[in-house]
């Protein structure tokens, strides 16, 4: 009798002995000492293995699958980390979109990203702009959420990540609400030691507050428009960092999928995070959006050469910054070096360190895949390999982005083609009062080796798959239209030849085409043998397109198109002049990739005469003192020839920078 009493004693104190453990936990003595690695992923875009299912092979270059390995390591090597992700996760494949359009998720089924994810033990998340593609019923019910908004009836709560995703500065227009929490505070168990360095444990708590583009709003205008509204990404920091500290948070990490641009502030920024870096409260950020690596000392893009940016240590404005590349690429590492004062835990900024590992550890070497991985999604994945491989037609010819940059539209026409179709029988069918408007198109090489020599459009002469298809329309956009006049239309062309360097003809050194700061999803072009323009790479940007043309006479600044595009473009997607949601004529409920497969099955075989030759632009003929030089997977200088470009030279076979490219030569005066 007399132990079970002290048994029913012991039982009823466990909550009391279990509160004064952890207050002892949560309050060091002064002098105790800890490192905390925050590690990061960011833009892995549903790359939960090492596969291109564009190509139906093994890709090693990329994947969680490896990207976990790199996770292994850093638990092993650290015996306190943090394990977060930035964003634009959900959406960027072919299983991505098998799972959010062909073969929609049961509610209680688990989304295969957030599977690895939930599998890695994940501490939290952020959520980028491409969370948003598939709409906001797809994502409250993948992210286990119940939005309160407009158009979304979830009547439970469905499976989803088992951490939580931090959104601050998207709210719904129903409640005024933020969409997702705006942070949340993590309880962390640390192993420290004391100032006599003996082990303790100790409590670090850890507040992390997620960010995204307030561009969504254009971008994803027809998901979003009426349901949320977005505040600039400083203005949330600037609320919530002061509630976070006032609930206890020790360490704030700001998780915000963008990059960072020096321009003056706007709450519509997109890039806002070199601002968000000044706001007081921040201990480190986690950076993405931008497919860039940070801490990078060799980088050359442009916002890592700002003020205040610390490329080589991975500092912004003094905040320890990282960003993680792309497709799991790379595990950023903060070593956030604490120390307590008895009162909170102080960041001891010199010893801090910043890092982006590679999952590449040498020429075509990497670390090994994490098995458990494949082994958690291999029906998704087997599934998805059935899907891209369903046909549709057939091609005589090879469609590649290789050249794209200099004029090659072996992989851009037929994309040009199947919008002006769709867009034209919609014309027929439903806006008669636009008949007499001709119809043209632009799209832009998606894929132009930004990720190294497989990152290109490559789909080889026969048949023509599911796969092929999202190979040459890399997005799930919607197609849209929107009419506009002559000045409109040089002006969205002079913004597209943004694409190139302003070239020196009397300069003899090697010169670079390609303005890395200008991805190749900005670079539009027209596909029309009823359009011929030039593009004086000599001139500065906004004086460059030359000799525009419509059949052949001058393009009056009057006259009048109807311009097939995406939703991303229609609606202010890349800042190009004057489109902004106003000029959309059609916004078609249709993907441009479906468009696409549909335009393949109605001619069934394609040939380089009718649906790859037809290149509108050129560059105008200047000689040049020097090379003007550009990127490319090496090998491929017979395919430039067989589109024409005969001025097209490989000058080296690794082009030096370390990301397995050749470098090619192109002859302007030709």
């Known amino acids: 009798m007399a132990t079970s009493l002290r048994y029913q004693i012991c039982i009823a104190l466990l909550p009391t002995l279990i509160s004064m453990s952890a207050l002892a936990a949560k309050r060091p003595a002064a002098g105790t000492s800890a490192t905390l690695a925050v590690l990061e992923t960011t833009d892995l ?32 090597e650290f015996p306190n980390t943090l394990l977060l992700d930035n964003g634009d996760t959900i959406q960027g494949n072919a299983l991505a979109d098998y799972q959010a359009q062909v073969k929609p998720l049961a509610c209680g089924e688990t ?28 994502l409250s019910q993948v992210t286990g959420s119940r939005f309160q908004v407009a158009g979304v009836d979830q009547p439970k709560r469905c499976a989803g990540p088992t951490f939580p995703l931090v ?11 933020p969409l997702f929490s705006p942070y949340t505070i993590i309880d962390k168990q640390v192993s420290a030691v004391d100032k006599d360095d003996k082990p303790v444990t100790a409590s670090v708590r850890v507040g992390i507050i997620g960010f995204t583009p307030p561009s969504i709003m254009s971008w994803d205008k027809r998901w979003l428009a009426g349901r949320v509204y977005t505040t600039g990404v400083r203005e949330a920091a600037q609320k919530y960092i002061p509630e976070m500290r006032g609930k206890g948070a020790d360490l704030v990490i700001a998780i915000s999928h963008g990059g960072l641009d020096a321009a003056p502030y706007t709450s519509s920024m997109e890039n806002a995070n070199w601002h968000l870096a000044q706001v007081p409260g921040i201990d480190a950020m986690l950076l993405g959006h931008s497919h860039q690596l940070f801490p990078n000392a060799a980088s050359t893009v442009p916002q890592f050469q700002l003020p205040g940016v610390d490329k080589a240590r991975g500092l912004v404005h003094g905040v320890p910054t990282v960003m993680a590349n792309l497709w799991g690429k790379h595990l950023g590492v903060v070593q956030l070096h604490l120390k307590h004062d008895g009162r909170r835990w102080m960041v001891e900024k010199d010893n801090t360190r910043v890092e982006a590992r590679a999952a590449q550890t040498g020429d075509k070497a990497f670390v090994d895949a994490d098995p458990a991985v494949m082994a958690l999604v291999k029906d998704e994945h087997e599934a998805t390999i059935r899907y891209v491989k369903t046909p549709v037609g057939s091609t005589g010819f090879r469609m590649s982005s290789y050249f794209a940059d200099v004029g090659d539209v072996s992989a851009i026409e037929v994309v040009n083609q199947a919008q002006t179709d769709y867009v034209a029988n919609y014309v027929a069918a439903n806006l008669p009062q636009y008949k007499d408007l001709p119809v043209l198109s632009v799209s832009a090489p998606f894929k132009s080796g930004a990720a190294g020599p497989a990152d290109y459009t490559d789909v080889k002469p026969g048949d023509l798959a599911l796969n092929n298809a999202a190979d040459l329309y890399l997005y799930p956009n919607a197609l849209y239209a929107v009419k506009v006049n002559g000045v409109q239309l040089k002006a969205w062309l002079e913004k597209s030849a943004q694409r190139f360097n302003t070239i020196d003809p009397a300069k003899p050194e090697v010169q670079p085409l390609v303005n890395p ?14 359009v011929s323009y030039e593009i004086d790479v000599t001139r500065v940007p906004g004086e460059r397109i030359r000799k ?35 000029r959309t004529v059609i916004a078609s409920p249709d993907n441009n990739r479906d468009a696409l497969i549909n335009y393949v099955r109605k001619v ?12 509108s632009w050129r560059f105008a003929q200047v000689k040049t003192a020097g090379p003007v030089v550009f990127y490319s997977a090496p090998g491929m200088v ?18 030096g920078r ?13």
């Open 517 to 530: 700061a200008v991805p190749s999803y900005n670079f539009d072009t027209i596909t029309s043998p009823d």
């Open 167 to 177: 959104l601050a500065n998207v709210y719904s227009v129903k409640t005024k609400k």
């Open 658 to 670: 370390g990301k397995g490219t050749a470098l090619y030569a192109v002859d302007l005066s030709k």
């Open 111 to 138: 989304l295969g990203i957030y599977k690895i994810m939930n599998l890695l033990r994940y501490d939290g998340a952020a959520v980028g702009n491409h969370e948003f593609n598939y709409g906001l019923p797809f």
């Open 548 to 582: 525009l043309s419509w059949r052949g006479k001058p393009v009056d600044d009057g006259q009048e198109f109807l311009v097939a595009t995406n939703n991303y473009r229609a609606s202010g997607g890349g800042n190009f002049p004057g489109l902004d949601g106003s």
């Open 638 to 655: 017979g395919l430039a020839h067989e589109a024409g470009l005969h001025n097209v030279s490989q000058m080296a076979a690794d082009d």
């Open 604 to 615: 069934k075989g394609l040939t380089r005469a009718a649906h790859g030759a037809a290149r």
């Open 45 to 76: 875009h549903a790359n939960v293995v090492g596969y291109d299912y564009y190509k139906l092979a093994a890709e090693p270059s990329h994947g969680l699958d490896r990207t976990a390995t790199l996770i292994h390591q850093a638990r092993k």
